[in-house]
Antibody
C-alpha cells in the first residue's frame, strides 16, 4: 500500500526556521517525483515545487522559488520542505503528494495520485 | 503564465442531481488536466487525470471531458458523500496551476 506520512503540526515564531517531512512507503521511492502543495486557511491549493529523490533534481513555482527549500533523503525515503526564516504568511496546511507522470514527453508532467495527511504550520508571535 | 478559471465558484445541488463543473485554461493545455476532490479537513483526492481518465477506485458517476482550453467534470447522480470542494489542475506548465475551487453544497 502506497503511503505518504507527514510530520506533525508545528507552531513557530516569525524568523524561526523549520523543516517538515514526508515519508514514503509501499512503492519505489526513487522512481517518482514528490511534490509539495500549500493551502492557506480557507483558501485553495497552490503547487509549490517537486523533487526527484533519485538525484534530488528539484523544480519550484516562481511564487515559492527562494522562499522554501525542497530536499530528499532517499536512504530513508523521506522528502522535506524547509524554511530558513518563517513569516506569519507561511501559516498554512502543507501537503506532500506523489507525482505520477503522464503524457510521455516529460517526466515532471502528471498527476498527484497519493497524498500525505498534511502538516499544519502556524507562525505567530 | 497559465491561468485556470473554474465555474461556478460554488454550487448548491440535491442528492440525485447531475452536476457539471467547468474549468477553463488561459491557453491550450492539450489534455493535461486533472480533477481533485477535497473534503473538509482532509487531503485532496485524485478523481480524474489526463482530462478524462478515471482514477482507480473512483466511482463511475464521475467523468471528465475536454481538451485544449475547456474542460468539464460531471457527476451523473450526486451522492451524499460527494459534497466537497473540487479543484482542477493543469499539468502542462512547469508550475501545475490549480483552479480556485468549486464548493459543492447540499441544497
Amino acid at each position: 500500500e502506497v503511503q505518504l506520512v507527514q510530520s506533525g503540526a508545528e507552531v513557530k515564531k516569525p524568523g524561526q526556521s523549520l523543516k517538515i517531512s514526508c515519508k514514503g512507503s509501499g512503492y519505489k521511492f526513487t522512481s517518482y517525483w514528490i511534490g509539495w502543495v500549500r493551502q492557506m486557511p480557507g483558501k485553495g491549493l497552490e503547487w509549490m515545487g517537486i523533487i526527484y529523490p533519485s538525484d534530488s533534481d528539484s523544480r519550484y513555482s516562481p511564487s515559492f522559488q527562494g522562499q522554501v527549500t525542497i530536499s530528499a533523503d532517499k536512504s530513508i525515503t523521506t522528502a522535506y520542505l524547509q524554511w530558513s526564516s518563517l513569516r506569519a504568511s507561511d501559516t498554512a496546511m502543507y501537503y506532500c503528494a506523489r507525482l505520477t507522470p503522464w503524457g510521455g514527453y516529460s517526466r515532471t508532467k502528471g498527476y498527484f495520485d497519493y497524498w500525505g495527511q498534511g502538516t499544519l504550520v502556524t507562525v505567530s508571535s | 503564465d497559465i491561468q485556470m478559471t473554474q465555474s461556478p465558484s460554488s454550487l448548491s445541488a440535491s442528492v440525485g442531481d447531475r452536476v457539471t463543473i467547468t474549468c477553463r485554461a488561459s491557453q491550450s493545455i492539450s489534455s493535461y488536466l486533472n480533477w481533485y476532490q477535497q473534503k473538509a479537513g482532509k487531503a485532496p483526492k485524485l478523481l480524474i487525470y489526463a482530462a478524462s481518465s478515471l482514477q482507480s477506485g473512483v466511482p463511475s458517476r464521475f467523468s471528465g471531458s475536454g481538451s485544449g482550453t475547456d474542460f468539464t467534470l460531471t457527476i451523473s447522480s450526486l451522492q451524499p458523500e460527494d459534497f466537497a470542494t473540487y479543484y482542477c489542475q493543469e499539468s502542462y506548465s512547469n508550475s501545475a496551476i490549480f483552479g480556485q475551487g468549486t464548493r459543492l453544497e447540499i441544497k
